[in-house]
């Protein structure tokens, strides 16, 4: 995980709108290399293969939800210290604090703007490298 500059991020959510709106916001402005994921289990599959340096996960899915898949990555060694980053529209100061303490670094509020969304990614990720 290179301290200076984010480079490759994976999202995970499996509203395809919101993975198209944010693998654009990331992408076109941000220019992050975007690997978005439909599903926990996706995401899971395809890890290795992409390398993320952060991971931006709902907390809403089916089947496997953002805080079952946090715990996934924390049992595999090669993935336990990739930072996650929930994405959720449940922003109450308890909710948040529930996240963080299943290891996510942040919480980033759906809806969320596109337009600063690259942006906010980048000031996580610098106070994350930074502590």
């Known amino acids: 995980m290179s301290p200076a500059h984010l480079k490759r991020v994976m999202h995970v959510d499996d509203e395809d709108d919101i993975r198209e709106v944010t693998n654009l916001a990331l992408d076109s402005i941000g220019n992050y290399t975007v690997c978005s994921c439909r599903s926990g289990a996706d995401a899971l599959a395809t890890l290795f293969g992409f390398s993320p340096e952060i991971i931006l996960l709902d907390v809403m899915m089916p089947v496997m939800s953002g805080p079952d898949v946090l715990r996934a990555l924390r049992k595999i060694p090669r993935a336990a210290d990739i930072p996650v980053v929930f994405m959720t529209a449940r922003v109450q100061s308890r909710d948040i604090e529930a996240l963080k303490a299943l290891g996510a670094?942040?919480?980033?509020q759906k809806?969320?703007?596109?337009?600063?969304?690259?942006?906010?990614?980048?000031?996580?990720?610098?106070?994350?490298?930074?502590?």
Do not use: E, G, N
């Open 105 to 108: 670094i942040d919480v980033i």
């Open 111 to 131: 809806p969320f703007d596109p337009l600063a969304l690259s942006d906010q990614v980048a000031k996580i990720w610098a106070r994350h490298v930074r502590s």
